[in-house]
């Protein structure tokens, strides 16, 4: 499985970004279990902020306390693409977003985006006026 991120920029407060990921080098539902996006701040650690877990019937998701309400973690129909809207944006969501995926067995979780093990290279979002 290849990760392919796109679509960061700079935005003002209160504005709106869509992330996207390329999803490559699928050939069956069970290449990943979840996927979603992780950012790094400036001087911080990466954190989860948007995951889905696609290995069940139904999808499940995850969102990161500050992010709730805010953000949008989605993936299309062909299951090639995985999306990241973001609105409201604040100077504190300045990152490098990456794009990720865990293909590998962990214990269960209510944190969809621990135990990424695929990464792709990630793209900066800059909130600033």
């Known amino acids: 499985v290849q990760l392919q991120a796109s679509g960061g920029g700079l935005v003002q407060p209160g504005g709106s970004l869509t992330l996207s990921c390329e999803v490559s080098?699928?050939?069956?539902?069970?290449?990943?279990?979840?996927i979603g996006w992780i950012r790094q701040a400036p001087g911080k650690e990466r954190e989860g902020v948007a995951c889905m877990g696609v290995d069940t019937f139904t999808p499940r998701f995850y969102y990161e306390k500050s992010v709730k309400g805010r953000f949008t973690v989605s993936r299309n129909s062909a299951k090639s693409m995985v999306f990241l809207q973001m609105n409201s944006l604040k100077s504190e969501d300045t990152a490098v977003y990456y794009c990720?995926?865990?293909?590998?067995?962990?214990?269960?979780?209510?944190?969809?985006?621990?135990?990424?093990?695929?990464w792709g290279k990630g793209t900066l979002v800059t909130v600033s006026s």
């Open positions: 990720a995926a865990r293909n590998v067995i962990i214990a269960a979780t209510l944190d969809l985006c621990v135990g990424m093990n695929i």
């Open positions: 080098g699928v050939t069956s539902d069970s290449d990943y279990y979840t």
